[in-house]
């Protein structure tokens, strides 16, 4: 079965950096890609940027672009999302997702989420 | 970046048939996910391609999509059908974008 599990709940001060991990399971890690989305407190979801797992090429969404990166290690089926420069509009909640190279469109697994709160 | 469009909200009794709608210009031209999200759990994947279910997502989910409107059809509510759910569209230039999101209540 098909698992991504992220790491832990993190704390942080305003203009800290924050990184957050994403180890998948069951599958082929380097077939798939991994996006990650995240969810502000009672808003919508939305998304941040992937990996291609295999040849590590990266795309972000303009609004992250020059404060996330994106990185994987192959070895340990895990993926990185980091953000920097952070304020309080960044606490939310962080998804990683997977995503079918050959069918790019929708979001399947996602992991069970990592709470950012960023506070003083 | 913008966002599809959603009601906030949709109550529907058990046993009858809730109806979400995402609104976008010309939708019907692009592929339409839906995704069920429980309070405090992960995103769920229930319709993707405008009206295919993944393996396990029962077949009281349907979806659609007609002009500028996709619905999702849930038919024969149950409660733990209640939850928050999303539509989401494949854009060229903002990539993934998500609905405002619909609150459905069982009453």
């Known amino acids: 079965q098909v698992h991504l599990v992220q790491s832990e709940a993190e704390v942080k001060k305003p203009g800290a950096s924050v990184k957050v991990s994403c180890k998948a399971s069951g599958y082929t890690f380097v077939s798939y890609a991994l996006h990650w989305v995240r969810q502000a407190p009672g808003q919508s979801l939305e998304w941040m940027g992937w990996i291609n797992t295999g040849n590590t090429y990266t795309e972000y969404s303009q609004k992250f672009q020059g404060r996330v990166t994106i990185t994987r290690d192959a070895s340990a089926s895990t993926a990185y999302m980091e953000l920097s420069s952070l304020t309080s509009e960044d606490t939310a909640v962080y998804y990683c997702a997977r995503v079918n190279y050959g069918d790019p469109y929708y979001f399947d697994p996602w992991g069970q989420g990592t709470l950012v709160t960023v506070s003083s | 970046s913008y966002v599809l469009t959603q009601p906030p909200s949709v109550s529907v009794a058990p046993g009858q048939t809730a109806r979400i709608t995402c609104g976008e210009n010309?939708?019907?031209?692009?592929?339409v996910q839906w995704y069920q999200q429980r309070p405090g759990q992960a995103p769920v994947l229930v319709v993707f391609d405008d009206s295919d279910r993944p393996s396990g997502i029962p077949e009281r989910f349907s979806g659609s999509t007609s002009g500028n409107t996709a619905t999702l059809t849930v038919s024969r509510v149950e409660a733990g059908d209640e939850a928050d759910y999303y539509c989401?569209?494949?854009?060229?230039?903002?990539?993934?974008?998500f609905g405002s999101g619909t609150k459905v209540t069982v009453l």
């Open positions: 010309n939708i019907a031209n692009k592929r």
């Open positions: 989401q569209v494949w854009d060229t230039t903002d990539h993934y974008v």
